[in-house]
């Protein structure tokens, strides 16, 4: 069975410019605002590793140490993202 994949601009990462999201990846965690994206990698502002979530309906992490600067992702270790906090 062939399944046709249409990209749709302004969709996944792009659609979330300018806003904190969470960066669910192959070992950690990272939230932080999302200012930059191109194809390796994410450039997040006031960014934090999260290292304990607690519920995450919760307003705040259990536990999230802030980096000391922006942070940059790379793309091949994202697994899954989106607004949680």
């Known amino acids: 069975m062939k399944v046709l994949i ?10 979330l410019m300018g806003q904190r999201i969470t ?6 965690i990272y939230t ?4 930059g994206i191109n194809t390796t990698c994410v450039k997040l502002e006031k960014a934090a590793i999260v290292y304990e979530t607690g ?3 919760d ?4 536990d ?8 940059y992702v790379s793309t091949a270790a994202i ?7």
Do not use: R
Not at 23 to 28: D, P, S, T
């Open 59 to 62: 307003k705040t992490w259990k």
């Open 55 to 57: 519920a995450l309906t």
């Open 64 to 71: 999230a140490q802030a980096l000391p600067h922006d942070w």
């Open 32 to 35: 932080g605002k999302l200012v």
């Open 6 to 15: 249409t990209e749709k601009e302004g969709e996944g990462l792009e659609a």
């Open 79 to 85: 697994e899954s993202f989106g607004i949680l906090k």
């Open 23 to 28: 960066l669910f990846c192959m070992n950690y």
